[in-house]
């Protein structure tokens, strides 16, 4: 049986019996280890020069530099855009909890109050109670997560109580400010049609 990876184009190759030895027509015997080692050669040791090298005290430093500039420059950045997202749920809490109280007093038919305290930062609705707890009363701390915002200041009804009819028309429109990490909006509440809107 012919070894496969041996070839010679046009000519024929025999075995020889002595094993590592071919033999050739006019050219006597060859060593097979002679040939193999002519059409693959062992690989060369790489020298010292193309030694792959790990990270040095410079490259670690310069990395370190890097993350501490890219650190500085995005954590202002995430500091505002978290301070706005947080003003920005506590108006949007404070327009449902209107539209809620004057929502309530068209379907009881009466006058619901809405109570707004610029020392607390609470948003209260009298005479309902807390929809995930109802043995308390309805009561919105904006100081708390996830909206860690203080109530500055409110022109809508009179000393911050808000009081809607039975048609859902508040007693004085205004406007509820609250401010969180430098960011301010604010609530506009129609003294008309009763609805609540933010800017």
């Not at 050739?24 to 040939?35: D, E, F, M, N």
């Amino acid at each position: 049986m012919q070894n496969p990876h041996i070839r010679f184009p046009n000519r024929k190759v025999q075995i020889a019996k002595c094993p590592g030895r071919l033999e050739r027509p006019g050219h006597g015997t060859v060593r097979t280890s002679a040939v193999m080692s002519r059409r693959n050669p062992p690989p060369r040791p790489l020298s010292r020069r193309h030694k792959p090298a790990g990270f040095t005290y410079v490259d670690m430093l310069i990395v370190v530099l890097i993350t501490g500039v890219a650190a500085a420059t995005a954590i202002p950045r995430y500091a505002e855009a978290l301070s706005n997202h947080q003003v920005q749920a506590a108006a949007l809490r404070v327009k449902a909890e209107l539209e809620y109280a004057r929502r309530l007093a068209i379907a009881r038919s009466g006058n619901v109050a809405v109570q707004f305290s610029t020392t607390n930062h609470t948003c209260s609705i009298a005479g309902a109670t807390s929809l995930d707890r109802p043995d308390q009363p309805h009561s919105v701390a904006l100081s708390d997560s996830p909206y860690r915002a203080q109530l500055i200041s409110t022109t809508a009804g009179t000393n911050g109580l808000v009081t809607f009819d039975l048609q859902g028309r508040p007693d004085q429109g205004g406007v509820i400010t609250m401010t969180s990490g430098g960011r301010q909006r604010t609530v506009t509440l129609d003294g008309v049609t009763g609805r609540a809107s933010v800017p």
